[in-house]
């Protein structure tokens, strides 16, 4: 039997996307009006595209998605058919080979072994322009639970490390975001442009 590279979601894609809120709508917005207008934005984990996608696209940014569920995807492409979407897992994406102005990755990060967190947010960075902003989700506490839906289990680092995590992936921390959900969310800007050439 093949590996579940979606953390359970593939098996529950159909009530995912029934449940799915607008929770993290406003925040997303507000983090996407500092990009570049018109600018590239990378969705990790984008599910369906609803509604973070469908909110970026209307706002005008140029906008690419992963997701590792092949259901989930495969709406996406219904629904957005000219936005490019790779299914894969996030920890092995390419990311299209590109760099972005701003990638985000709400509900996904907390659902990989820690190792697997460090590793994604690390590649997230690389693939960040100079000046370009990082926004993911996850609790500011340690902790770990098991995934509603999925009955999978979740863990959070915790601020202290998530912060440690991206100084040493060459981000500086913007701040944190707290939606109407009590959700936490941590923004984070590239440092310095990369020296190429070395």
Sequence with gaps: MPEDMSNGYEAVAEEFMAVRSKSGLAT???WASSLPRG???LDVGA???EPL???LIEQGFDVSAVDASSKMVAVFQRRFPNVDVACEPAERSTFF?????GILAIGLVFLLPANSQRKLIRRMAGALKPRGRLLF???????TWDDLLTCQPSS???ADEYCRILASSGLYSVGEHVNEGEINYYEAR???PRRTGF
Excluded at 97 to 101: P, V, Y
Excluded at 137 to 143: G, L, T
């Design 28 to 30: 997303v917005r507000r």
């Design 47 to 49: 599910g369906s595209g």
């Design 39 to 41: 600018g590239s934005v």
């Design 137 to 143: 989700s996850a609790p500011r506490q340690v902790c």
């Design 97 to 101: 080979n590109r760099t972005f102005d």
């Design 53 to 55: 996608t469908a909110a």
């Design 156 to 158: 959070s680092l915790g």
């Design 190 to 192: 590239m440092k310095y």
